[in-house]
Each structure stands twice: as C-alpha cells, then as structure tokens.
C-alpha cells in the first residue's frame, strides 16, 4: 500500500493515477479525497492520528503548502510539518518514504522553497529515504509554472523578461515523472537513500521555453527584458499588505538563483531517462 500527501496537488495526481494504473494500492492523506481512492484525514503541519500508517508500505511525501510567504509560517508547515509527518511514519513502521524535494533545492539556494525543501530533505536523509528533486513540471494541459506561462502566451503577445531570460531550467515530462516513481516503488531498494535530479539534462533558457509554448500556438511573440527587481518588489508589496496570490516574489528568487551546474550523473548509473522538452505537443 502507498500512501500519498498532496494527491491533490498536480504532481501529487500524477502519481495517484500512475500508480493506480500498474496495479498499486493508493491511500491518500489530506484534507478532501481523490475520486475512487480511500483518503485518510491529514492536514500538514496539524497531528498525525496513530492510524494513518495502517498497513502502508511506502509514503510519497508530495504536499507542500504553497499560500505561505513569510519565513516563520513556512518553518512552522512546510518543514516542521514534513518532518514530523515522516518521523511518524517511521515510528509506525513505515519502510520506504519518497520525499518530492525540487531542483529549487542545492547548497547556498536562496528562495525560501529550496531552503524549506533542502532542511526537510537534511532531516530525513537519517533514515535513507529517495528523494527526487523535479524540475519544471509539463503535462498535456500543463498547470504548474508551465501552465502559467502557457496561460501568459495566450493572453498577451508582448511579455517581459525577467532579466535577458537566459535562466537555463530543466524540464520534467509528467509521464516520465511518474514512471520513474512507478520504478522506485517496484524496486525500492536500488533507490534507496539517493538524491535524485528528475528532469531532462538538457537545460532551456527562459526566453526559449516562452518562445516554444507560443509556437505550440502559432504565436509570434514580442519579449523585452525587464531588471528581475521590478517584479520582484511589486510581488513583494502585495504580499506585504496581505494580499495572497498565486504568484510569489519566492519565485523570482527561485528563477533567477538556480544551480549552475547540477550533477546528472546518476540518470546513467540507474537508467533513468526523460523526455526532452521538444517533443511536447502541448
């Protein structure tokens, strides 16, 4: 049996139906359930009842509580609430966790997500977990950042770029994602206690992922750059006076610090393989 947190969620439904669909035993955790799935009441960062493990196997830590945009708040959810969540878990005799980490998260990451994924993952890196770090996430009718950007297309013809757009980002084929998390789950131990990049190797600037999502339309579009701190400060002053919404300031952190060279080096060692982002039909 695999339980899952955050099935709501669009990575986390990824995995629910992949998993479903080769012959897995689902439970979710969370607050409202999945159609045709039992679901067992869980809310991050709240308690965790003394039978919310029964008879699970392996637990597939995806929620992840993205309203949050203060440091303290974020601290006492998303990462005090992950390690308690996966240190009961383990005291109820949970074998096999999977922890959904984020390629946001590497040594000296400055967006308060890769910070508050980097110190879950130090904290459960004691019992030997997998952990997978995805990296912009696609599907078919894609949410995410790339549903965003696939939304700004449609809108607008002119758009700015946060700084000259030469980010270069690593993609992850929803499909491959969840294949992958199908191969853990089988063979749990080859994985086990490795930190896994989950993405295609090949990077994409900014500039040329927009530019591909417009073509998937038949769009031309018309891109000037912009200094990331003009957005960056608006976000900030909505956040500031209480306003939530979707898009956070953390984000252009998160956009414009990546990792300058992550190590793929393990795609090889295990086999793994993903789909390049040029073959996406939208």
Request: charged share 20%; aromatic share 10%; hydrophobic share 40%.
């Amino acid at each position: 049996m695999i339980a899952i947190t955050g099935a709501n969620g669009y990575v986390g439904s990824l995995f629910v139906n992949g998993l479903r669909s080769r012959g897995f035993e689902v439970v979710t955790l969370g607050r409202s359930s999945v159609a045709d799935v039992e679901n067992r009441e869980f809310s991050l960062g709240g308690e965790v009842s003394d039978d919310l493990f029964e008879s699970v196997d392996l637990l597939i830590h995806c929620a992840y509580d993205f309203s949050l945009a203060s440091y303290d708040e974020i601290k006492k959810i998303n990462i005090e609430g992950s390690n308690f969540l996966i240190d009961k878990a383990i005291s109820a005799g949970v074998k096999k966790i999977i922890f959904i980490s984020s390629m946001s998260a590497f040594d000296g990451c400055r967006s308060l997500y890769g910070q508050a994924k980097l110190e879950t993952e130090k904290h459960i890196k004691q019992y030997n977990p997998v952990i997978l770090r995805p990296g912009l996430v696609y599907t078919p009718k894609a949410k995410g950042m790339v549903g965003s950007l696939t939304k700004l297309v449609q809108i607008s013809p002119i758009l700015p770029l946060i700084g000259w757009g030469d980010q270069p980002l690593f993609l992850a084929s929803g499909n491959s994602l969840s294949m992958l998390v199908c191969d853990i789950a089988k063979d749990y131990d080859r994985y086990k206690g490795r930190t896994i990049l989950a993405a295609n190797p090949k990077a994409y600037s900014f500039k040329r992922i927009l530019e591909f999502l417009a073509s998937l339309q038949n769009k031309k579009l018309f891109l000037f750059p912009m200094p990331s701190i003009l957005p960056w400060l608006g976000l900030k002053l909505l956040e500031l006076v209480g306003l939530r919404i979707r898009m956070k300031s953390d984000g252009i952190t998160s956009l414009i610090n990546l990792e300058k060279s992550p190590d793929f080096s393990l795609h090889q060692e295990l086999g793994i393989s993903f789909e390049d982002f040029s073959e996406f039909q939208g």
